[in-house]
């Protein structure tokens, strides 16, 4: 998405997504009755995996197919720190 019209390979952003499907199923997992990726507090392990999938929101990608990991990605999104940090651009 981030390239124009003429220069994107359906194919390969298709690969892509497939590819992404099983690792955001295993952070589905392992978010299952828990706050955070560690437990009950936000960890840099968060921070690491949300600033991941900060890029597969940039590409608009539906994470519909794992809401655990949408709603842990939207609450960390939502932390004071990052509302911080973003309204510094």
Do not use: H
Request: charged share 25%; proline share 4%.
């Amino acid at each position: 998405m981030l390239n124009p019209p003429d220069q994107r390979d359906e194919k390969a952003a298709q690969a892509a997504v497939e590819a992404l499907k099983t690792p955001l199923k295993v952070l589905d997992e392992t978010l299952k009755n828990k706050e955070y990726l560690l437990g009950k507090s936000f960890t840099i392990a968060d921070l690491n995996a949300a600033a991941v999938l900060s890029w597969a929101a940039m590409m608009r990608l539906d994470l519909s197919g794992t809401p655990t990991s949408q709603a842990w990605f939207q609450k960390c999104l939502s932390r004071e720190a990052n509302q911080k940090v973003r309204s510094l651009k």
